[in-house]
Nanobody, 120 residues
Framework: VQLQASGGGLVQPGGSLRLSCAAS????????MGWYRQVPGKQRELVAT???????NYADPVKGRFTISRDNAKNSVYLQMDSLKPEDTAVYYC???????????????WGQGTQLTVSS
């Protein structure tokens, strides 16, 4: 299973950006997908997750500003980020918790990360 994230870049404070992540390869089922972020010297932290049924969970710092969505048919997850702040600057990683075969145990798969910089 491979995850390819895209959409990062440089944005001014107050601006918006949309991240995309597509899972490919041998995928039997995906339980949930999500976005995490990491800044140098700190641990990777949860941004948002979404399960098959569409129920989403957000970290407090992004509630009301970020929206996670998912396209099950495309094995893809998206993160719409609005009202961006300098403290949102980080490398954003997508993750899928999935099974590659019907008999294989589910596990986490990570994308390569995409850089978001919020600065004027």
């Amino acid at each position: 299973v491979q995850l390819q994230a895209s959409g990062g870049g440089l944005v001014q404070p107050g601006g918006s950006l949309r991240l995309s992540c597509a899972a490919s390869g041998s995928i039997f089922s995906i339980t949930h997908m999500g976005w995490y972020r990491q800044v140098p010297g700190k641990q990777r932290e949860l941004v948002a997750t979404i399960v098959n049924g569409g129920s989403a969970n957000y970290a407090d710092p992004v509630k009301g500003r970020f929206t996670i969505s998912r396209d099950n048919a495309k094995n893809s997850v998206y993160l719409q980020m609005d009202s961006l702040k300098p403290e949102d600057t980080a490398v954003y990683y997508c993750k899928a918790y999935c099974k590659s075969r019907s008999w294989s145990p589910p596990r986490d798969y990570w994308g390569q990360g995409t850089q978001l910089t919020v600065s004027s």
